[in-house]
């Protein structure tokens, strides 16, 4: 592998106060545009929540009753709640994987489409009864957003979150055609090779297809922490206390009040972690696929100090 081909860009925030480095012999800074994969997911999840408040629609509707497009397809619980979906306990069938998405094209209509699979291939337990990580729960959400929007999923994603809280360098398209703002397109690995930069499924996007960078990452976070109505119903766990995994909307809950999660995709790996009773945001972005061990370990010793905590095998284990 090149000397200067892979590493990882970290970013800390302590009370707005950043700090920025590069670990590895990556040609980087804080502005560099990596896949984030999974780390859309909150993203997507705030956008919702917000859009939902300004509406005056509660996250306890049942989805049917904002989807009537997929009514006649819905073969899957109609008491499954808009918040059931965000946390993950949907308790939908997990049959819809991400090449039978692909398949589908990059259409206008093709998340609707991509909905319709998933809502009509049922459901495999009922609703809120355990966590389980699946995809299929973001692709429902991001035609929730654009129902509740009137405004195609991506649009909506920019109007209620990446414009106003000036994430200028994260978007769906790839860098060299349109995202705003300079940008250091980053390359992805798997070990000793390079990888092509290909478009990410429309229909997956609302789950894991934004490129963005640490410095936006970072102001995302920070955004989130300085908005307590939002994060309070965030980092709300909805989970039960039998579950693997402690949840709120998005985003796994550490024991001492952490929000973490990682990314991964072919080439690229991505975890954020946040101690928001430290007014603490911590993001790295790598190039590498094998890369994600040292990330998690890089920001548990981060907050370590802070919590108490070591999260490095739950960052690193997460979803799996």
């Not at 804080?30 to 509660?58: D, E, M, N, W, Y």
């Amino acid at each position: 592998m090149s000397a200067a081909a892979a590493g990882v860009v970290v970013g800390v925030s302590r009370e707005g106060l950043r700090t920025v480095e590069t670990d590895g012999p990556l040609d980087a800074d804080g502005s560099s545009v990596f896949r984030i994969a999974s780390l859309t997911k909150p993203l997507t999840a705030a956008a919702t929540v917000r859009a939902f408040a300004q509406h005056g629609i509660p996250l306890t509707t049942p989805a049917i009753e904002l989807l009537p497009a997929l009514a006649a397809d819905w073969r899957a619980d109609a008491a499954i709640t808009v918040e059931q979906l965000l946390a993950q306990v949907s308790g939908l069938c997990e049959s819809v994987d991400g090449a039978t998405v692909a398949a589908l094209g990059q259409g206008p209509d093709v998340l609707t489409e991509a909905a319709r699979l998933v809502v009509r291939a049922g459901n495999d337990r009922e609703p809120g009864e355990s966590w389980s990580y699946y995809n299929g729960n973001y692709f429902l959400v991001g035609c929730l957003l654009a129902a509740v929007t009137g405004s195609a999923y991506e649009q909506a994603l920019d109007t209620m979150l990446l414009a106003p809280w000036g994430l200028a360098h994260t978007g769906f398209a790839t860098p060299a055609t349109g995202l705003r703002g300079e940008y250091a397109l980053i390359t992805g690995w798997d070990d000793q090779t390079p990888l092509p930069v290909e478009d990410y499924p429309r229909g997956r996007r609302p789950s894991g297809g934004l490129w963005s960078c640490a410095d936006d990452y970072l102001s995302f976070a920070e955004h989130l922490l300085d908005d307590p109505a939002l994060l309070d119903e965030i980092r709300r766990p909805r989970t039960r206390a039998e579950d693997r995994m402690t949840y709120g909307l998005a985003w796994a809950l550490g024991p001492s009040g952490q929000m973490y999660l990682n990314g991964r995709l072919n080439g690229y790996r991505s975890a954020v972690l946040l101690a928001p009773e430290h007014g603490y945001a911590s993001v790295a972005l790598g190039n590498q696929t094998q890369l994600l061990p040292r990330m998690a370990k890089r920001l548990s010793d981060l907050q370590r100090g802070l919590t108490g905590d070591d999260l490095a095998v739950e960052l690193d284990a997460f979803a799996e």
